[in-house]
């Protein structure tokens, strides 16, 4: 492999292998910045413990403001501030897209995002919290990925993030539909060998090449879904010149697509290369001359190409009326659209009820809007969904735990019931919710998800 990469842009072959011989691990989380637990409880996370305050101690990502690096990797499943959403567990390098997207999209506003391959969710979370994008659909085809993508973005609280289920060529049908589209694509993953030596096995020119098909392959397919104009995100997290420069040639030569320049600050230490062929732009992170892991990124923008949009739509039957006075007080804001799922009610904001009816009828959304729960005898039996969601009322009544009924919580154990009124109550930990309990005379039932909860042993 090293072989392969000689002569390329940044590429320096003794620092390389010095790095990945040395044995450090760089740590980063991205925090969700409409979730920041409160600075004045006296509540210490498992997080604040190890690596002292993450807000205020831990030092910066030069490229994302809301990046952060930590001392050490903390046990982040026992951090009830990651179940809450209050951050994602990001590489580093991978929060630049939000630098480049806030270059190139500076002051553009209710644009459509499709992140295409986008399980776990790390690249969908930071698409979801910049503010050009009022739609975000994260796709992923392969099925057994799709819930750990659920889970992430669910506890990321964004109302505007809709989740797909469809190989790529499913796009075909939203010509022209999206404004941006990032591809991050399955790669032969030499960028992340240092977090996981045993991967390098695995490695071949072979391997290289079958991706390199496969990644045009995914590209050819959902093309037509970005609109005249749009911009093209390309990301791998290889360094195979086959899966980077050589794709990016491709689009430019038989794909009308022109390549965009960043400005980036030198001190970064982020390599631009240029492709042989058309001399396309891209980015190259080294772990060697960066803090983080292996990436490649390219922005690209869609040429002039001839299509008639027009898309399919299948509006989403309203819910009753009736039940307006009895969901609005579970809400921060009035102005959402209350839609019927079978004998659920879905929360939208209002604007996106036409997108929400064409992605309906284009693709398996297995996530659109949030689900707020199902009206029993003019009563709302909440679901988790609501719960996490940036969307969720500030008057409904809390129980602030500490950091170990916070745990006993998340592992669905049973908590003291001792004062609380009766009725359904979030429990929240430092302010950010963790999920539903509900108060019955006596006793207490736990409402987080069977699925999701806490196993670990300390
Ligand atoms: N964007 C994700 C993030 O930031 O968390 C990481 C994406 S990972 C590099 C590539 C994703 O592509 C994987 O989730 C994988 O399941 C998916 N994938 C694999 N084969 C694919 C195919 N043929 N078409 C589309 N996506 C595919």
Redesign the pocket.
């Known amino acids: 492999m090293l072989e392969s990469l000689n002569g390329l842009p940044g590429f320096d072959a003794g620092t390389f292998r010095n790095i990945h011989g040395a044995g450090t691990q760089v740590n980063s989380i991205r925090i969700n910045p409409e979730k920041n637990p409160g600075t004045n409880t006296t509540n210490q996370s498992l997080f604040q413990i190890d690596s002292g305050y993450w807000q205020l101690n831990s030092s910066p990502v030069q490229w994302n403001q809301y990046g952060r690096y930590l001392d050490k990797r903390p046990s982040y499943t026992l951090d009830p501030l990651l179940h809450a959403g209050a951050y994602y567990v990001q590489e580093a390098s991978?929060m630049f897209i939000a630098f480049a997207v806030n270059q190139l999209l500076n002051e553009k506003e209710n644009l459509k995002a499709l992140?295409?391959?986008?399980?776990?969710?790390?690249?969908?979370t930071l698409l979801a919290s910049l503010p050009q994008f009022n739609l975000v659909l994260a796709n992923?085809?392969?099925a057994s990925?799709v819930n750990i993508l659920y889970e992430n973005l669910v506890k990321w609280g964004s109302p505007h993030v809709f989740i797909s289920r469809n190989?790529?060529a499913a796009f075909g049908s939203l010509t022209g539909y999206f404004d941006f589209m990032?591809i991050?694509?399955?790669?032969s993953g030499s960028g992340l060998f240092r977090r996981d030596p045993e991967a390098i096995k695995e490695w071949s020119p072979q391997q290289v090449n079958y991706c390199a098909a496969?990644q045009q392959?995914?590209l050819e397919d959902a093309l037509p879904a970005l609109k005249t104009g749009g911009l093209l995100f390309y990301s791998?997290?290889s360094y195979s010149k086959e899966e980077n420069e050589d794709i990016v040639d491709w689009l430019c030569e038989h794909h009308q697509y022109t390549s965009l320049r960043l400005k980036i600050p030198s001190e970064w230490g982020i390599a631009e290369s240029v492709s042989p062929e058309t001399g396309a732009f891209g980015y190259r992170f080294y772990p060697d001359k960066i803090k983080g892991e292996g990436l490649f990124l390219a922005c690209l923008q869609k040429k002039n190409e001839v299509y008639s949009p027009g898309w399919k739509s299948r509006p989403v039957e309203k819910a009753d009326r009736t039940l307006y006075p009895i969901l609005q007080p579970w809400l921060r804001e009035s102005g959402y659209s209350f839609l019927k799922r079978e004998e659920n009610v879905i929360v939208l904001p209002s604007e996106l009820e036409e997108e929400q009816a064409v992605l309906a009828a284009n693709v398996q959304l297995r996530k659109s809007g949030t689900l707020a729960g199902t009206v029993i005898r003019n009563e709302l039996i909440p679901e988790h969904e609501l719960a996490l969601s940036l969307m969720i009322a500030e008057k409904i009544p809390v129980l602030e735990v500490d950091l170990e009924n916070a745990i006993r919580f998340l592992r669905k154990e049973i908590l003291a019931s001792d004062g609380l009124q009766k009725g359904w109550t979030l429990v929240s930990f430092a302010g950010l919710n963790l999920g539903w309990i509900k108060v019955l005379s006596g006793r207490i039932n736990n409402y987080y998800p069977a699925n999701w909860r806490i196993t670990m042993s300390k």
């Open positions: 991978s992140d295409l391959c986008a399980a776990p969710g790390g690249k969908t992923e085809v392969i990925r190989d790529p990032l991050d694509a399955p790669c496969r392959r995914i791998t997290c």
